[in-house]
C-alpha cells in the first residue's frame, strides 16, 4: 500500500513527458500576391549622360576703372556693392604740377596775344603807308609774313594751354560701364601712376561661367541646356542655356557662358554646381512611387512569375524628373514591380 502513491507520481511523469515530446505542425508562411493592377516592367530609356562641372556666377564682361594720369588719389566716391552710371565719376586724381604747367602756358597765350595784336597794327600802318608809296612791295610782304607768324604763334600757345588743360582733367576717374562696384580697395592719399586699376565693376548680363576639359569640349553647342542647381541660385534658376563658347583653351580648359533668368547679382563669383549633356546611354528610369526607403535603404518589390512579391534592395540617384529616379543595381530588364506601400 505505501507503493502506490509512487507508483501514480511515475505514471503521472511519464504522461507529462510524453504529452511534451508530441510533434506540433510547422506555422505555413502566409504569401503576398500582387494585384495586376500597377505592376510595372522594366525597359531600358534613352537618358542624358550628364557631366558635373564647376560654375561660377558672373558677368559677360568686368570693367576696369583706371588711373588716365599719374598723381595723388585725392578723392574716391563709391565703395564695393555701390551702382554707378557709364560716365559717372567716381574719383580724382590730383597732380599740382599739371596746374603749374597749365599756368604757364596761360601766360604763354598772353604774350603770344599781345605780339598778335602790335603784328597786326604794323600790318595796317605798313598797308596805308604802301598804298601812299611810302613803303615798297618788299616791306609789305616782310610786315605781312610777321603777323602770320605772330598769329601761328598765338594758336600753338592756345593749343598747348589746352593740352594741358586737358590733361588736368584726366584726373577724373570715370566709370567705364554701368553696374556694380565688385572691388574699390585703393585708399585716398595713394599715389596712382597711369594704368592703374582703381575700381572694378560689373559690366554685360549676369552668366554663370563653366569650365570642362578639351577633351569634351567638342560636344559643347550654343543653345544646349544646362542644369542649374536652385540651391546655388536661391531656387530662382534651375535651368539655363549655353550663350557663348569661347575658342581659346587656357591649361587644358574649354569655358563658355551659361545664362539662365533671374540670375541674382547679389554675390558676383559665387561657386555654382552645374551638369552639361555630353552624349546619351540606357539606363533604368522608374517613378518614385515603386521605391520605399527604410532605415536609409532603398527597396522595390519584385513579382515573380506567380504573383508573388518579393523585396529586393536596391541603389539610386536622382533622375531628370522631379517624380522619377534612376536605378544604378538590384533590377534587371524585365523584372516586374508593384508599387511600394510607403515611403519614406
Known amino acids: 500500500m505505501t507503493a502506490r502513491p509512487y507508483l501514480i507520481s511515475a505514471l503521472g511523469a511519464a504522461l507529462l513527458l510524453s504529452a511534451c515530446g508530441e510533434p506540433k505542425e510547422a506555422a505555413t508562411p502566409t504569401i503576398r500576391t500582387a494585384p495586376a493592377a500597377g505592376r510595372l516592367t522594366i525597359r531600358a530609356q534613352t537618358v542624358a549622360d550628364l557631366k558635373p562641372v564647376p560654375g561660377t556666377l558672373t558677368t559677360r564682361d568686368m570693367a576696369e576703372a583706371r588711373a588716365r ?23 580724382r ?24 595784336a602790335r603784328a597786326q597794327a604794323d600790318l595796317a600802318r605798313t598797308r596805308d603807308l604802301f598804298s601812299h608809296g611810302v613803303y615798297a612791295q618788299a616791306r609789305l610782304d616782310q610786315v605781312e609774313a610777321q603777323a602770320k607768324a605772330a598769329n601761328a604763334n598765338l594758336t600753338a600757345a592756345r593749343a598747348q594751354r589746352g593740352a594741358s588743360a586737358e590733361l588736368g582733367a584726366q584726373g577724373a576717374i570715370l566709370a567705364p560701364a554701368a553696374g556694380r562696384v565688385l572691388v574699390a580697395d585703393v585708399p585716398v592719399g595713394s599715389v596712382v601712376m597711369p594704368g592703374q586699376s582703381v575700381a572694378k565693376i560689373t559690366a554685360g548680363p549676369l552668366v554663370v561661367r563653366i569650365e570642362l576639359p578639351e577633351g569634351q569640349a567638342r560636344a559643347l553647342k550654343v543653345g544646349d541646356p544646362v542644369d542649374l542647381a536652385a540651391d546655388d541660385l536661391h531656387g530662382v534658376a534651375a535651368g539655363g542655356t549655353i550663350a557663348q563658347i569661347y575658342p581659346a583653351i587656357t591649361a587644358g580648359q574649354v569655358t563658355a557662358d551659361v545664362t539662365a533668368p533671374n ?11 552645374a551638369a552639361i549633356k555630353i552624349g546619351e546611354r540606357q539606363a533604368i528610369v522608374i517613378p518614385r512611387r515603386y521605391v520605399a526607403t527604410r532605415f536609409g535603404v532603398d527597396y522595390a518589390r519584385l513579382v515573380d512569375a506567380s ?4 523585396e529586393a534592395p536596391i541603389q539610386t540617384r536622382p ?26
Open 69 to 91: 594720369i599719374s598723381g595723388t588719389l585725392a578723392a574716391l566716391s563709391v565703395k564695393e556693392g555701390d551702382i554707378v552710371r557709364q560716365g559717372q565719376m567716381i574719383g
Open 93 to 116: 586724381i590730383k597732380d599740382d604740377r599739371l596746374a603749374l604747367q597749365t599756368g604757364a602756358f596761360d601766360a604763354q597765350v598772353a604774350a603770344a596775344a599781345a605780339e598778335a
Open 263 to 273: 540670375l541674382p547679382g547679389d554675390l558676383i563669383g559665387q561657386r555654382v554646381r
Open 307 to 310: 504573383g508573388a512579391i518579393s
Open 319 to 344: 533622375a531628370a524628373a522631379a517624380d522619377a529616379v534612376e536605378v544604378l543595381s538590384g533590377l534587371r530588364i524585365g523584372d516586374v514591380l508593384t508599387p511600394a506601400e510607403r515611403a519614406r
